[in-house]
């Protein structure tokens, strides 16, 4: 299965080695390791080692990890995961967006465009996600996406010696067809 997903800024596709070094540059960078638990700082290797082990993940269908890149300056700006679990047939989405581009639409649109594509090329029946509840700018993405709170998982993360809470969002596919009619 090629992947490659348009959205009127972004193109959502699969990574190369040579993004590398763009992912190193991005993830390397304290706000990250806070919010989501990325090593810092985070070295070359470990950009190599996930991206290497990525094309057999979407052959199999068990998580499509894919590059958030700008149209207008052909750079990566995020990235956005979304795995499988096909025994219940859901996604789980996950992303995060470069300290640079913050701000700008990009996570919105990026996870709007896979929320689609969950929805209609997989046949998902729900999408969910989860953040750290102090991550306001994340939970704000997934509310204007139309992914409802679902719970506080409370102190549910072990991250940089604090536990945090975790708050847990979905939409189904019959929510998501119904607003795509409105």
Not at 25 to 53: C, M, S, T
Not at 126 to 152: D, Q
Request: glycine share 8%.
């Amino acid at each position: 299965m090629v992947i490659k997903l348009e959205s009127e800024r972004l193109c959502i596709e699969p990574f190369t080695s040579d993004d590398a070094f763009r992912i190193k540059e991005l993830a390397n960078d304290k706000r990250l390791a806070d919010i989501l638990g990325l090593p810092h700082p985070y070295e070359l290797k470990f950009a190599q080692d996930w991206i290497e082990v990525q094309p057999e993940l979407i052959k199999l269908g068990v998580e499509y990890p894919l590059g958030i890149v700008s149209k207008k300056s052909r750079e990566i700006v995020g990235t956005i995961t979304l795995r499988i679990d096909k025994v219940n047939n859901r996604g789980e989405l996950g992303y995060w967006i470069g300290q640079d581009y913050l701000g700008k639409g990009f996570a919105t649109e990026a996870v709007n465009r896979m929320i689609h594509f969950g929805f209609t090329e997989l046949g998902l029946n729900k999408i969910w996600a989860s953040a750290i509840s102090r991550n306001k700018s994340s939970t704000r993405v997934l509310e204007k996406c139309g992914l409802r709170k679902e719970g506080t998982l409370r102190q549910n993360r072990l991250l940089l010696d604090t536990y945090e809470d975790v708050d847990v969002y979905g939409l189904l596919k019959t929510e998501y067809t119904a607003s795509a009619l409105k």
